[in-house]
């Protein structure tokens, strides 16, 4: 994921998850936040510790971005996004984050 379509500012992702709407899936919990003015949508990821310990945030931050970068140019460029690793996502392999983004992306309605 490039560094540009990163959502990473502090300030920027309590507001995502404190305004924006949320989509829960057992592996993963996509909040949304529409109707931003930016050139392109950013996209932030967060595993916290209740994940594991620091190898297993890692893999499944790494199977996020993977899957986000298959489908990063089919989001509004208008779109906040904040993607949390839920502990299910430990013993998933990279197909299922993928189709498991895909549809928090369409039920979110944040498709072109």
């Known amino acids: 994921m490039e560094r540009k379509k990163r959502l990473n500012r502090t300030t920027d992702i309590q507001r995502v998850r404190q305004k924006g709407k949320s989509f829960p899936h057992p592996l993963l919990v996509l909040i949304v936040l529409s109707g931003e003015d930016q050139p392109e949508c950013q996209i932030g990821v967060i595993a916290t510790k209740s994940i ?61």
């Open 52 to 112: 594991g310990g620091a190898v297993e945030r890692n893999r499944a931050k790494r199977l996020i971005r993977v899957s986000v970068d298959e489908v990063i140019n089919t989001i509004r460029p208008d779109v906040k996004a904040l993607i949390i690793a839920r502990k299910p996502i430990v013993q998933a392999d990279v197909s299922e984050v993928s189709a498991a983004l895909h549809l928090m992306i369409h039920k979110a309605k944040i498709c072109i």
